[in-house]
Structure formats: C-alpha cells, structure tokens
C-alpha cells in the first residue's frame, strides 16, 4: 500500500478543511398548523405534508 512520504502539517491539513462545515438547515412554515417545519419532511405536530394528510397523529390524553 502507499504511504505518504512526507507528515501533512495542521496547516495544510486546515487549508483543506475549511470548507467542511455545517449548515443550517432550510425551514418553513407548516401550512395546516402554522408550525415551523423542515423542507421537504411531513409536519411532526400535525402529520400534514403539502396540504395533505401524510401520517395520522395517536390522540394522547
């Protein structure tokens, strides 16, 4: 197997990463609830997805 014939310093190492980094995630509005939503993810309060019912939500008294 090869082997890298000279040690990468924790400078060039870090040049490289610079752009691995997070990013925030893209949120709407639910529009059956008004609920703050991920894109393109059913509703986790109400279980609507694009105007439609996706997952029935159990009653929990």
Known sequence: MAHPKRKISKTRRDKRRTHYKATTPALGVCSN??????????????GF???KLAVEKEITA
């Open 33 to 46: 609830c008004g609920s703050t939503v991920k894109l393109h993810t059913v509703c986790g309060d109400c």
């Open 49 to 51: 997805y694009r105007g």
